[in-house]
């Protein structure tokens, strides 16, 4: 789909959004999002989260009616964002190394600083992502702490999350928000699917530097 190129002044300043980190799970899997937003209040407030196409997550709630989002802590234990934000449930079983509660029939991260439960009640498609919005049916908080933003995450997500890369298989990681490419080689004209940047603000991890 073609469209119209626009020359901006200074992009980066999108940048100073504010966003927080969530595990986002539904039956059968989930993952890392940090493209939440509360867009309306009262008793049952709705939530939107826009979950890239290619996910299988997408493929799930595209399915499912409930889903969760489990907003995490500074101080998560950084195998979560790991295991749910650089794999795909389409591999590896997310849940059997978390420990997860089931609430309303969808796991929620027991590591968290609370969950929210969201009953699926519309989704807006675009190019990239499909924008999921989630009616409030229940929610609870499992312990005091700061919440993690994704800021926080970017500037210490080397510390946080030593890639483990698939066997035989190296993996290159976006700098700016953590995606990773499973490949020997990056294509040249790579262009990052989840916030744009091009292959350059990619780093290479070998298998030897895992774990
Ligand atoms: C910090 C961070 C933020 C992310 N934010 C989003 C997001 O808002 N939406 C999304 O669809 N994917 C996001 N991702 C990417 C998914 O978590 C990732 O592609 C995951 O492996 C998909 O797994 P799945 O195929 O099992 O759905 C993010 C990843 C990281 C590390």
């Given amino acids: 789909m073609g469209g119209v190129l626009y020359f901006m002044k200074n992009k ?14 539904t039956q059968g899997g989930g993952c890392i999002v940090d ?23 997408n493929e799930l709630l595209k399915k499912n009616k409930t889903f969760a989002l489990s907003v995490l802590g500074i101080d998560v234990d950084p195998k979560i964002i790991e295991m749910f934000g650089m794999n795909s449930a389409r591999d590896i079983d997310k ?15 027991d590591d ?23 009616k409030l049916i229940e929610a609870d908080v499992l312990k005091e702490g700061d919440a993690m933003s994704y800021g926080y995450y970017q500037e210490h997500k080397d510390d946080l999350i030593k890639v483990k890369a698939k066997s035989g298989k190296t993996a290159w990681v976006c700098t700016i928000c ?3 490419y499973y490949g020997d080689e990056l294509p040249k004209d790579f262009v990052c699917p ?18």
Avoid: W
């Fill in 12 to 25: 980066k300043i999108i940048r100073k959004i504010t966003q927080g980190m969530y595990v986002l799970t």
């Fill in 35 to 57: 493209a939440v937003s509360q867009i309306s209040s009262g008793d049952n407030p709705l939530i939107a989260v826009a979950v890239m196409k290619k996910n299988y997550t």
């Fill in 178 to 180: 953590g995606y990773v």
């Fill in 112 to 134: 968290a600083l609370g969950y929210m439960i969201l009953e699926k009640i519309d989704s807006i498609e675009n190019e990239t992502h499909t924008l999921f919005i989630g």
């Fill in 95 to 109: 849940f059997e190394k978390i420990s997860v509660s089931s609430i309303e029939g969808v796991n929620t991260i």
């Fill in 194 to 211: 989840k916030c744009g940047v091009d292959s350059s603000l990619f780093k290479k991890f070998k298998e030897s530097e895992s774990e």
